[in-house]
T-cell receptor, first 114, second 115 residues
Framework: DTGVSQDPRHKITKRGQNVTFRCDPI?????LYWYRQTLGQGPEFLTY????????KSRLLSDRFSAERPKGSFSTLEIQRTEQGDSAMYLC????????????FGSGTRLTVV | AQSVTQLGSHVSVSEGALVLLRCNYS??????LFWYVQYPNQGLQLLLK??????LVKGINGFEAEFKKSETSFHLTKPSAHMSDAAEYFC?????????????FGGGTRVLVKP
């Protein structure tokens, strides 16, 4: 078990382009979470999955954002028509499920929109 | 609904001095409380957590925190700061039991350790 993996670590894109990030959770964890963190702020919840079902989405997740977890394993987060305000660190975390578990976070993907 | 307030966005301590980071929470259900640490360009690492039972919880790297329900607080302390403690620290809350889904984080406190 190598923890939560995120790819890529860094992404620079031009405004208006689409980007996709990948997260591989700990294999036995059935819950997966996406958070966004801007400079100097705490992480903000975007969405979470239990297995392949997307159970909650934040209103921060505009129509340009979509997340999937097709087989209940890895997840992707896509941002269409990127804007400069999308520049942030995108963090993925996983947990075994409900209960007193903390999350295990990945190292994040830092997105810079120029 | 739940929220977290961390008092002080920056804290500066001398090596060997007490580290005290303040966290107050709001939760409509009995909370689960967490402290995470983040080093530059890395994800968050769990320091410690409170769920039920003993209100004084010990974590990694010599940190501990005390849950005070009457004060809705979960302050983090370490008796003697080390240079390696320089990082950003986040307090987080989650509803316990069936209400528990997402973590809600505070804004973070950056710790600077002076030699």
């Amino acid at each position: 078990d190598t923890g939560v993996s995120q790819d890529p670590r860094h992404k620079i894109t031009k405004r208006g382009q689409n980007v996709t990030f990948r997260c591989d959770p700990i294999s036995e964890h059935n819950r997966l979470y996406w958070y966004r963190q801007t400079l100097g702020q705490g992480p903000e919840f975007l969405t979470y999955f239990q297995n392949e079902a997307q159970l909650e989405k934040s209103r921060l997740l505009s129509d340009r954002f979509s997340a999937e977890r097709p087989k209940g394993s890895f997840s992707t987060l896509e941002i269409q028509r990127t804007e400069q305000g999308d520049s942030a660190m995108y963090l993925c975390a996983s947990s075994p499920g409900q209960g007193d578990y903390g999350y295990t976070f990945g190292s994040g993907t830092r997105l810079t929109v120029v | 609904a739940q929220s977290v307030t961390q008092l002080g966005s920056h804290v500066s301590v001398s090596e060997g001095a007490l580290v005290l980071l303040r966290c107050n929470y709001s939760s409509s259900v009995p909370p689960y409380l967490f402290w995470y640490v983040q080093y530059p360009n890395q994800g968050l690492q769990l320091l410690l957590k409170y769920t039920t039972g003993a209100t004084l919880v010990k974590g990694i790297n010599g940190f501990e925190a005390e849950f005070k329900k009457s004060e809705t607080s979960f302050h983090l302390t370490k008796p003697s700061a080390h240079m390696s403690d320089a990082a950003e620290y986040f307090c987080a809350v989650r509803g316990g039991g069936a209400a528990g889904n997402k973590l809600t984080f505070g804004g973070g406190t950056r710790v600077l350790v002076k030699p």
